[in-house]
Nanobody, 126 residues
């Protein structure tokens, strides 16, 4: 299984940016796919995730109302639409996926995710 993330870049505070992650090698119809981020000197933190049908979505409090996670029609992609970006959103963003079913709270941690992408840098200037 490979995850390929794209869409990072430089944006001014208050702007918008979209990230996309494509999975290859398996069918992800039953998988949770999500995003984590890691800023310099900080631990990796959960950002958002979506179930295969996007009927269930999960967001960190810091991005709720500003970011939207969605699954593509083929279910093998996860997108992250980011708006009202802040300098503190600057980080390397990683997509992740799991085929395991847990309680919702567990998806807010890195532990259930078996597959990780290479990361894409998002820089928000003030």
């Amino acid at each position: 299984v490979q995850l390929q993330a794209s869409g990072g870049g430089l944006v001014q505070a208050g702007g918008s940016l979209s990230l996309s992650c494509v999975a290859s090698g398996r069918t992800f119809n039953t998988y949770i796919m999500g995003w984590f981020r890691q800023a310099p000197g900080k631990e990796r933190e959960f950002v958002a995730a979506a179930s295969w049908s996007a009927g269930d979505t999960y967001y960190a409090d810091s991005v709720k109302g500003r970011f939207t996670a969605s699954r593509g029609a083929a279910k093998s992609t996860v997108n992250l639409q980011m708006s009202s970006l802040k300098p503190e959103d600057t980080a390397v963003y990683y997509c992740a996926a799991t085929d395991k079913i847990y309680g919702a709270a567990y998806y807010y941690t890195p532990r259930p995710y078996d597959y990780w992408g290479q990361g894409t840098l998002v820089t928000v200037s003030s």
